[in-house]
């Protein structure tokens, strides 16, 4: 099931019209104050959850307003401020129970740093049950690998795919269809190798042998 997660952090209203033209979704779950972009989009939503901290409390309302009064399929979860897991960690953890195959999120950058490395670091959640997902904003397209990725220069996200390693190392990086080519690499953590690569050739490979590499697909 193909899944979109809305969530609380940047989302340029421009660029998710756009993206939703050519993208379809089977659910749509919206963590917190992901729901007010979904009401202004008029995307449907299946699933809200979320401590609601930062979510107009009219919308909140007018959603329970609905489940009450209407024949809604719609789902609503709150959680207590004084949680262990973020909303979009409880999205992602909703996605996974719902049967979701691949999921997208959006809103999941911004101005928060501490909220996007937690983001990210959410990423190894669906690795572990090989669910595909990726973090995407206008400029950015995030996701992990611990395996062979083929990459075409017609889809990818930007001009600029970097792979930063997501486990301390990562052996065995080989890159073909690049710029600037690998052969059997080892990439570790506190150097710079992996970054701003392109693509040369239509198709592009990477091959790793063992560890988890995240790829950003970026463009200016």
């Known amino acids: 099931m193909k899944t979109l997660i809305i969530t609380g952090g940047t989302i340029e209203t421009d660029f998710v019209k756009t993206y939703l033209e050519t993208e379809s979704f089977d659910m749509v779950i919206a963590a917190d104050h992901g729901l007010e972009m979904a009401k202004l989009l008029d995307i449907p939503v299946n699933y809200i959850l979320g401590d609601f901290d930062s979510l107009n409390p009219s919308i909140l309302q007018e959603v329970k307003n609905r489940i009450v009064n209407e024949n809604t399929d719609m789902v609503l979860k709150e959680f207590p401020p004084e949680k262990d897991y973020t909303d979009t960690h409880l999205a992602i953890v909703t996605a996974i129970e719902v049967g979701a195959t691949s999921v ?45 990725t083929y990459l075409s220069k017609e889809n990818v996200h930007g001009k600029y795919i970097s792979l930063i390693p997501y486990t301390d190392s990562v052996t065995g990086v080989t890159l073909t269809g690049f710029k600037y080519p690998l052969h059997n690499a080892t990439l570790v953590k506190g ?9 040369l050739e239509e198709k592009g490979i990477i091959h790793l042998k063992e560890g988890i590499l995240m790829v950003i697909e970026s463009r200016d």
């Open 104 to 148: 997208t999120i959006l809103g999941a950058t911004g101005t928060r740093i501490d909220h996007v490395f937690a983001n990210v670091n959410l990423l190894s959640i669906f690795l572990e049950h090989q669910i595909t997902a990726k973090i995407v904003d206008s400029h950015n397209q995030i996701y992990v690998i611990d395996t062979d």
């Open 191 to 199: 150097e710079s190798i992996g970054i701003s690569n392109e693509l």
